[in-house]
């Protein structure tokens, strides 16, 4: 299965293929033989970036569940004054190129705020990547009433971020809400009264991986 969002660069990738491949026709043989696996290399990669594999979210509402495949780079407290308003646990996903980049949604809840930032494009592992790449950030209130935001952070490949819900909506953990493009990091920070189960170095699997449990 393929993110639709990578439609657009599919399509981009193959007719340029298949114009050089045209083109070919009229060169000599032998530059054909150099060619021919270059552009199959590259019309592979493009699809194994755009994978979206099906996942079994864990039916427990009190869970919090990885948004992003990928590696924990950074947990550490920090203050967000932007949409919860208080201290919080900043718990970072680094997504290299080779991961899948469909992101999901980390908890079940009405998404109050989103907010859209322009940016630059640091390395998605630097702490300022947080504050000054392109990012999108989206606030949460669970049923149970708490409050947390996840941010969706472009990195030094990545040029563009995709999200395809709206403040007002109703999410569903596990569900899809988007893509970031050649790699990225996605931010979760959340409150107090969530005990977090990952440290630094694990792997995560968006819409599977349990980064913590609300008590």
Same mark, same amino acid.
């Given at each position: ?8 660069t ?6 340029f293929?298949?114009? &050089? ?13 150099? &060619? ?6 590259l ?9 979206d594999p ?9 869970l ?8 924990i780079v ?5 203050m967000?004054d932007?949409?919860?308003g $208080?201290e ?11 991961n ?14 989103? $907010?859209y ?6 390395m998605?592992w630097e702490?300022h ?17 708490? $409050? ?7 990195g ?17 953990a596990g ?5 970031? $493009? ?12 969530v005990t977090?189960? &990952?440290?630094?170095?694990?792997k995560? &699997?968006a819409?599977e ?6 008590n």
């Amino acid at each position: 299965m393929l993110a639709k969002e990578g439609f657009p660069t599919i399509t981009v990738v193959f007719g340029f293929s298949l114009l &050089v491949i045209f083109a070919l026709s009229y060169a000599p043989a032998w530059l054909g033989y150099i &060619v021919y696996p270059i552009l199959a290399l590259l019309c592979g990669l493009v699809l194994y970036f755009f994978r979206d594999p099906d996942r079994v979210t864990p039916d427990d509402n009190s869970l919090i569940i990885s948004p992003a495949d990928g590696k924990i780079v950074l947990i550490q407290k920090v203050m967000e004054d932007e949409y919860v308003g $208080k201290e919080l646990t900043q718990v970072s996903i680094f997504l290299s190129p080779l991961n899948v980049h469909v992101n999901r949604n980390p908890i079940s809840g009405k998404l109050e705020y989103l $907010k859209y930032y322009p940016g630059k494009y640091l390395m998605a592992w630097e702490d300022h990547a947080s504050e000054m790449n392109e990012r999108a950030h989206f606030g949460v209130m669970h049923p149970s009433g708490m $409050k947390m935001m996840f941010k969706q952070i472009t990195g030094f490949l990545a040029r563009r971020i995709v999200y395809n819900i709206e403040e007002g909506d109703q999410l569903k953990a596990g569900d899809r809400f988007g893509i970031m $493009k050649f790699g990225s990091r996605m931010d979760l920070l959340l409150p107090e009264n969530v005990t977090i189960n &990952v440290e630094i170095g694990d792997k995560t &699997v968006a819409g599977e991986s349990i980064i913590g449990k609300i008590n």
